[in-house]
Structures are given as structure tokens and as C-alpha cells.
């Protein structure tokens, strides 16, 4: 609890370009939750390097998923909006609970052995431990909750065994974290194969719309979108593209499926397609349009990242210390 609030957390990582899923499916629902939580959410720069990143890129990426979060609405003095990196006690943290951590438990994240599949030429030490930083995050906060999609859910369950570990040692000194439940958002699948989340890290760029696509783009990949040979546009499990591209159109235009559904009776899916462009370029239009005016405003993004920081390290050293003491590390002298 902070300010009688509970604590929400949750991160993002600056690695590919945001698309329209995390947006709807995600930021978009963020905004509000601050009126009724204490929410940080942390650009977690230090989890991206555990796959190889160019330097310039991701300093560029980490600074653009920032603004974004402002963009979309997120506003920076009601929420603590900050680079992982700038607050030293995730990585001292994570040090102290990577020995109460066992290699079993890492061993057998279905996320580690995807991405070291995948990166066969780099399993480093940080990619093994990335649930015991991530766990960090969280519990450095003392977060009630947290909002996590599908794919993260076995990370939070270790989060919260290891918290529960370490307090059935040392007493109640972590708030145990659990998953957000409360509105979720539109899940978005990707416009070539709508079997699978639409995702920033898609090789196929027709498969994801970017927050930043321009007007033109959107169309063109809407256009492309994958559909079936049905020819009717109803809301069902059987279409699965048709379905997708409803979600799309009503998370944009506020409708339900029904009335989407009962909208384009009669319709082509050409027509269709048509309409869900023109949704999605009126959501991200303003979007775009705020990014803009929020990155030419230096002075202002800077003091957002100054201040923040500054928010965040102060909770996060309170949680800290007292786990320092709580395991028997000496005593500051001041
Ligand atoms: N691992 C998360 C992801 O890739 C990002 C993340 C890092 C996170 N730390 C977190 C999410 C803490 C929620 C809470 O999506």
C-alpha cells in the first residue's frame, strides 16, 4: 500500500516496435488504472540485454517507449513512469534473490528455453536469471499486482514462490504479488496468421500494425489481412481472421461485436477491411500526433525521467534496506 493505494507494476521492454496489440491490448487500459492504484511501469532496459542489442537502438527504442506511454495517456505525475537501469536497487535485488532461487525452478521456464532456442549462439547467465530480475521488479515495489499477459504468468508464479520463500525465512517482508485481474484488453492477433498474438518481434511486417504506421500502411496491411472463403462477416471461432479484424474494429471504435456484426451486413470483406483502417488510423492518429509534440519537448521528457527515477528509487531503497538487514548485511555507518 502507498498513499491507502494498492501497488500495481508492470514492464515493458524497448526491444521492436510497439504495434497495435500492446496498445489496445494493453497501454490503452493502463491509463485509467490510476485512479485506483499506485501504478509504476518501468522501461525494463536491463531484461533486453539479455539478447545482444545495439547500443544507439536501444537507447533510442528505451527513450521512444517512454514518450510513448505519455502519449498514449499515461500520465507521469499521477503514475512513475522509469528506466529499470536508472534505479540501481532492481540489479541489487535481483542479486540477493538469484540466492534463493534454484536452478530447477529456472530450468524448467518454458520462456528460457524458447529464446535460447532461438539464440543458440548466446544462452548467457542473464537470460537464465531474467525471471529472478523480474521478480525483483515486482517485489522491490511491494506490488499487489500485476498485469501480465498469458506468456508471463509462469514468471509471476515464480515471483511469488520465491517471495514466499524468502518470507517464510525472514518474516513478512514482501507483499505477495498477484495477477491483475480486472478489465483486460482487446487480444489482438496477427493479420497473417490470426492463430498467433500479433507481435513486435514478427518477421512478416504484414503480420503487425505499428503504433507509428502511417496512414497509407495501415490500409495496405489491413487490405492484406488474412480472412477465409465464407464470405459472411460474423463474429465466430470458425473465422478466425474476420473475428480478429472485429476485435480490431471494436476495440477502436468503442462498438460491440454485435453491432459491429449487424454494421457490416451485406458487406464484402473488402468493406470491411476498409472500415477497421480507417478505426485504427483514427486511434493512432492522435497518438502519433502527441509523440511527435512530445519528443521535440527535451526539456520536459528529461525532468519526466529525472523526477521518476527519483520516485522510484526512493520506494524501491525503502524495500531494499530492509531486506539488507533482514539477511545480515552490516549496517550503513553514516
Ligand atoms: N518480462 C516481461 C515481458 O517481456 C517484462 C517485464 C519485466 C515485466 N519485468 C516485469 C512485466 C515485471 C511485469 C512485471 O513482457
Not at 537502438?57 to 506511454?69: D, F, G, I, M, Q
Not at 525483483?136 to 508464479?157: K, S, T
Not at 472463403?229 to 476485435?247: H, M, T, W
Amino acid at each position: 500500500m502507498i498513499n491507502g493505494n494498492k501497488v500495481l507494476f508492470s514492464g515493458m521492454q524497448a526491444t521492436g516496435n510497439l504495434t497495435l496489440g500492446n496498445y489496445l491490448g494493453a497501454l490503452k487500459n493502463w491509463v485509467d488504472l490510476a485512479d485506483d492504484y499506485e501504478c509504476y511501469y518501468s522501461v525494463v532496459d536491463m531484461h533486453s540485454i539479455t539478447v545482444r542489442q545495439d547500443p544507439a537502438v536501444l537507447r533510442k527504442r528505451a527513450r521512444a517507449l517512454l514518450t510513448l506511454y505519455i502519449a498514449a495517456g499515461i500520465d507521469p505525475e499521477k503514475n512513475c513512469l522509469y528506466y529499470q537501469s536508472h534505479v540501481s536497487g532492481h540489479a541489487e535485488l535481483a542479486w540477493i534473490l538469484n540466492c534463493f532461487t534454484y536452478m530447477g525452478e529456472l530450468n524448467r521456464m518454458t520462456q528460457f528455453k524458447d529464446k535460447a532456442a532461438k539464440h543458440t549462439d548466446n544462452i548467457n547467465a542473464g537470460l537464465f536469471t531474467y525471471p529472478v530480475l523480474m521478480a525483483a521488479d515486482i517485489l522491490l515495489y511491494q506490488a499487489d499486482v500485476v498485469p501480465v499477459g498469458i506468456d508471463q504468468m509462469q514468471h509471476l508464479e515464480i515471483t511469488r514462490d520465491i517471495a514466499q520463500r524468502f518470507n517464510a525465512v525472514y518474516g513478512d517482508v514482501f507483499t505477495i504479488p498477484e495477477a491483475y485481474v480486472g478489465k483486460v484488453g482487446a487480444k489482438i492477433m496477427s493479420l497473417q496468421d490470426p492463430a498467433k498474438k500479433m507481435s513486435k518481434s514478427d518477421e512478416n511486417p504484414n503480420a503487425s500494425i505499428y503504433l507509428m504506421d502511417d496512414a497509407d500502411t495501415i490500409r495496405r496491411k489491413c487490405r492484406r489481412a488474412v480472412t477465409d472463403s465464407e464470405g459472411a462477416i460474423l463474429y465466430r471461432e470458425e473465422q478466425p481472421g474476420v473475428k480478429n479484424l472485429l476485435d480490431i474494429y471494436c476495440a477502436c471504435s468503442g462498438k460491440t461485436p454485435q453491432e459491429a456484426v449487424r454494421e457490416f451486413d451485406g458487406c464484402g470483406y473488402g468493406q470491411l477491411k476498409d472500415a477497421v483502417a480507417e478505426a485504427v488510423i483514427a486511434v493512432l492518429n492522435p497518438l502519433q500526433t502527441r509523440f511527435r509534440e512530445l519528443e521535440k519537448d527535451k526539456g520536459y521528457i528529461d525532468g519526466i525521467i529525472r523526477t521518476n527515477a527519483e520516485r522510484a528509487a526512493y520506494t524501491a531503497n525503502k524495500t531494499l534496506r530492509k531486506v539488507q538487514k533482514k539477511i545480515g548485511f552490516p549496517e550503513r555507518v553514516r
